[in-house]
């Protein structure tokens, strides 16, 4: 139960983590995120390294989508723009804390392109614009063979910190962790401030926001600027990650996952990212589990892997939006509610 | 309630020249959807400092009014000016940054957020940070939202008495308490100009009474202009410096109180054609 | 090479091109009908068409039904999943936000597409000569039976569409409930059965459109793709408009055929999708569209 949780001035009110039990509790998390390396196997630590290329992926996508309810079927191709940006200036020896920022800014920039002829009208029409833009860029990873390395992909150097490589699998979730960290907390801050606000109020009545002041164009210019930004730097790291890495990687279906993980997580809320993030992170998982142990029956079965995790990828969709719309993120609150009121009931 | 109407009867003579600069007015405005005439060469001011009741029947034009002084409708003739500016042609976004506020009939809060966050974004305007600075939040966006919380706090939340309900999402509130927001959001923008429309509409007593003492604390301590739809006629007559009424788009009488309700258009307009005139 | 040779060369293309648009406006209908009808874009309607597709081939070619009997039986498939897609899904959603349904359908395009692969695998298949390929002669312009054919199916339907939306009583409540579905209820129209009957009918469409498709192309998962190229279609016609849907579905299908012919067949996949940001940059709400005034 939650007792003595007094605040006496408005800064203390305003704080991420205003109680001390809550900042014990971060620092908990932020001390075991910092030792797993440690502890876990190196499948855990790669599936952790993607777990955190997920979550910056799908903080951005709530943040554009979520919180100012701009549905954007094109972010994994702005991963794309990302990662391979990211590859060009690493080729060419640009050190990685210039690339990984270059490759956000330039998702964003194409972000801003293409947002601005489509932001003046209806959400559809975004939406439209957005799935049009996944299938053009997608075919100009796959025809622009001098930079993108075409059908047959490109390879990424090593990042490298002043000569210390970033060679294995424990030294890139250093970094992905790092910056998966810091730009949660970042997309936090929005919220703190009148930027955030007027995404929410952009999303929930935009004549209202009119009326108040915010110029509608320009804030939903931000936001669509600051999820693809997310996005760039989400496929930078995969670059980074994987080493190498095809066209055929940032395809609709992965725009469409993490839509899913944001509807399943929660709308519009950094928290509902990561957990959105993790529970997808982990259904491929444990689909390809699931097939492996049907497989001993039926040897084909591997076949099927991929429909059958876009038949999991939809049903999720659906499901959560008729019957849990807000999200894990709401289950989360009500068992938090019910430990604050113990021994009263929620 | 107090009555207004002896003080504002030996003041307001529509035919002298006004004592002040009008601080938002209408000139010959009209407005057309199709076929359809919203507003026919409606003129009227509103004098800084007084409150300014819009009404007539439903379907009078008064929400159309309204909008288009909010810069969401384009009129297809007159002008809209405010603090002196004609500001027929600029978006409606950039007439909040001037100090027009508004409330809508239907409660437009924004139902994804708290009651503190709602008013917040009346300060939008007021303050800097964009998304570089806020993504950062130290610094510079820290400060102006300290600052903006305790200008809101000082100035809103206390003057309305909303503290208690301030960290609840609106989307649970009573509809009482859910204009009262709206109002309080309509405050954080430190208007010049206030303009409600229906603010006790779907209210019982009590409530009405609470949000007609607001509205003449804030005309009487802040000297606020006052714009109001309504259709309480009590609330109307009693807090009303001015009264324009509207029917079918036109002006068909402006005045004090006393003198719109004996006015026999006005009669005619809200009874019908057969109706004895109601002693003044 | 001879300008003369090119100038029968390009109208060729344009003819086929626009013969091809026919199918592509039967399409765009469907896409029409739902969004008039609903106020969502159904991005699960190329999932229609592939089921229609493959119910056909799995009815006749696989069990060897004969045509009469596997068509009808794969409309009436299509219809049923239709309806249930109606009652299972949209109906529970009624009344959210527009982006909440529109993900729903994209949710539903990935369930439908991964059925689709899961139970017919990604291989192309041969669908059978359903229209006759015997090509027609216009003095020098040769086209292929196919391209009129299938052009004349679908504007037949579209016709008879149109027609029924027009005139029929079923018709009219349909409209009547997709423009203001409270004043239909006080009228004493069903409007769930209608919003049914909505779906059921653009599930029909669809499965046509994908059936002539298959039958002209060749049947694979990459059908549903298809659809989505059709998104142009109703953006330069306007949504809410039919007959934008169907002089847009002309017009992009020259044009699709016009580039194809002469750049090449890869680009031929991207052209809708630019014609889509194109138009959203000139004339967002299409040649037909109303243009969206909102409710204060």
């Not at chain 1, 299938?135 to 210390?164: C, K, Q």
């Not at chain 2, 820290?142 to 809101?152: N, P």
């Not at chain 2, 036109?250 to 109180?257: E, F, S, Y």
């Not at chain 3, 059978?128 to 004349?152: C, D, H, M, T």
Request: glycine content about 10%.
């Amino acid at each position: 139960m939650r007792i003595g949780d007094f605040r006496e001035t408005y800064a203390q009110d305003e704080a991420l983590w205003p109680t001390v039990t809550q900042r014990a509790w971060m620092l908990a998390l932020l001390a075991a995120l910092a030792v797993l390396p440690f502890f876990a196997s190196g499948y855990v630590v790669g599936l952790a390294c993607i777990l955190g290329i997920h979550v910056i992926a799908a903080a951005g996508l709530n943040i554009m989508t979520g919180c100012t309810g701009l549905i954007s079927l094109g972010h994994a191709g702005f991963m794309g723009v990302g990662c391979y940006t990211a590859a060009w200036l690493a080729q060419r020896g640009v050190p990685f804390y210039v690339t990984i920022p270059a490759a956000g800014a330039m998702a964003a920039l194409l972000g801003a392109l293409v947002g601005t002829p489509s932001l003046r009208i209806k959400g559809l029409y975004l939406a439209v614009a957005t799935l049009a833009t996944q299938f053009i860029l997608v075919y100009v990873f796959r025809e622009w063979d001098s930079v993108t390395g075409g059908v047959r992909g490109v390879n990424v150097p090593n990042a490298s910190l002043f000569g210390f490589e970033l060679d294995d699998d424990h030294r890139m979730y250093y970094l992905i962790a790092a910056l998966a960290v810091l730009m949660l907390i970042a997309g936090r801050n929005l919220f703190r401030t009148r930027v955030g606000r007027a995404f929410i109020a952009i999303r929930d009545k935009d004549i209202s926001a009119e009326v108040l002041g915010i110029d509608l164009f320009r804030y939903k210019l931000y936001a669509f600027a600051i999820g693809s930004f997310y996005a760039g730097v989400a496929g930078a790291l995969l670059g980074y990650f994987y080493r190498a890495m095809t066209p055929e990687y940032f395809t609709l279906q992965l725009s469409i996952f993490y839509l899913a993980a944001i509807i399943v997580g929660g709308l519009g809320t950094m928290l509902g990212a990561v957990l959105g993030a993790v529970f997808m992170t982990l259904v491929p998982e444990v689909l390809r589990a699931l097939v492996s142990f049907i497989a001993q029956w039926a040897p084909n079965a591997t076949v099927v892997l991929s429909p059958v995790q876009q038949i999991v990828f939809g049903l999720l969709i659906i499901g959560f939006l008729i019957y849990e719309p807000h999200g894990l993120r709401e289950l989360w609150q009500r068992m938090r509610r019910l430990f604050h009121l113990w021994p009263f009931r929620a | 309630m107090r009555g207004k109407q002896s003080f504002a009867s030996i003041l307001w003579n529509p035919s002298r020249a006004e004592m002040s600069e009008p601080l938002l007015h209408v000139q010959d405005l009209s407005l057309s959807f199709g076929g359809i005439r919203a507003l026919d060469a409606v003129s009227f001011a509103a004098q800084p400092g007084r409150i300014t009741a819009v009404i007539g029947p439903n379907g009078a034009g008064k929400t159309s009014l309204f909008n288009a002084i909010s810069g969401f409708y384009r009129p297809q003739r007159g002008s809209v000016w405010f603090d002196g500016a004609d500001i027929t042609g600029v978006p409606a976004h950039r007439r909040a940054a001037m100090g027009l506020a508004r409330t809508f009939q239907n409660v437009a809060l924004f139902r994804g957020m708290t009651v503190l966050d709602n008013i917040k974004l009346g300060g939008h305007n007021r303050l800097q940070a964009g998304p570089l600075a806020a993504l950062w939040y130290r610094g510079r966006a820290q400060r102006e939202e300290m600052a903006l919380r305790e200008q809101i706090e000082r100035e809103v939340i206390d003057f309305l008495e909303i503290d208690h309900i301030r960290h609840q999402p609106v989307a649970g509130l009573a509809y009482g308490l859910q204009k009262r927001v709206e109002l309080a959001r309509a405050l954080a923008m430190q208007p010049k100009v206030l303009m409600l429309d229906e603010p006790v509409a779907g209210m019982n007593r009590e409530e009405t009474e609470d949000m007609a003492r607001f509205i003449l604390d804030l005309q009487e301590e802040r000297g606020l202009t006052v714009l109001l739809i309504e259709h309480d006629m009590g609330m109307v007559m009693d807090i009303s410096d001015h009264v324009v009424v509207l029917n079918f788009g036109q002006v068909i009488a402006q005045g004090t109180p006393a003198q719109v309700r004996a006015h026999p258009e006005v009669i005619r307009a809200y009874l019908g054609e057969q109706a004895v005139p109601v002693a003044a | 090479m001879a300008p003369g040779l090119d100038l029968i060369f390009l109208l060729e293309l344009a003819i086929i091109g626009l013969l091809a648009g026919g199918l592509l406006s039967l399409i765009a209908l469907g896409f029409v009908l739902i969004y008039k009808g609903t106020g969502v874009v159904n991005f699960a309607m190329g999932e229609f068409m592939m089921l229609g597709a493959y119910f056909f081939y799995t009815a006749n070619v696989m069990w060897g039904w004969p045509v009469m009997l596997a068509l009808p039986a794969a409309l009436a498939a299509v219809g049923v999943a239709a309806a249930v897609v109606e009652r299972s899904v949209l109906r529970p959603l009624a009344g959210q936000p527009v982006i909440s349904i529109l993900m729903a359908t994209i949710g539903l395009a990935s369930v439908g597409h991964g059925l689709v692969e899961a139970v017919w695998g990604g291989e192309n298949y041969e669908m059978p000569q359903l229209l006759p390929r015997k090509p027609f002669l216009i003095g020098e312009l040769l086209i292929p039976g196919q391209a009129v054919w299938s052009f004349l199916l679908a504007a037949t339907l579209i016709a008879a569409l149109t027609l029924y939306f027009r005139f029929s009583r079923t018709g009219i409540a349909m409209r009547a409930a997709a423009s203001d579905p409270i004043t239909a209820v006080a009228l004493g129209i069903d409007v769930r059965h209608t919003q049914r009957l909505t779906w059921i009918f653009a599930g029909l469409v669809g499965a046509v459109a994908g059936i002539v498709a298959a039958a002209t192309t060749s049947l694979s998962p990459a059908l549903g793709g298809v659809a989505l190229g059709v998104l142009a279609v109703i953006i330069l016609g306007g949504l809410d408009s039919i007959a934008g849907a169907i002089v847009a579905g002309l017009i992009v299908g020259v044009i699709s055929s016009l580039t194809a012919g002469t750049l090449g067949g890869k680009v031929r996949d991207i052209v809708p999708y630019v014609a889509v940001l194109a138009i959203l940059l000139i004339r967002p709400y299409g040649l037909f569209g109303t243009r969206q005034i909102e409710r204060l």
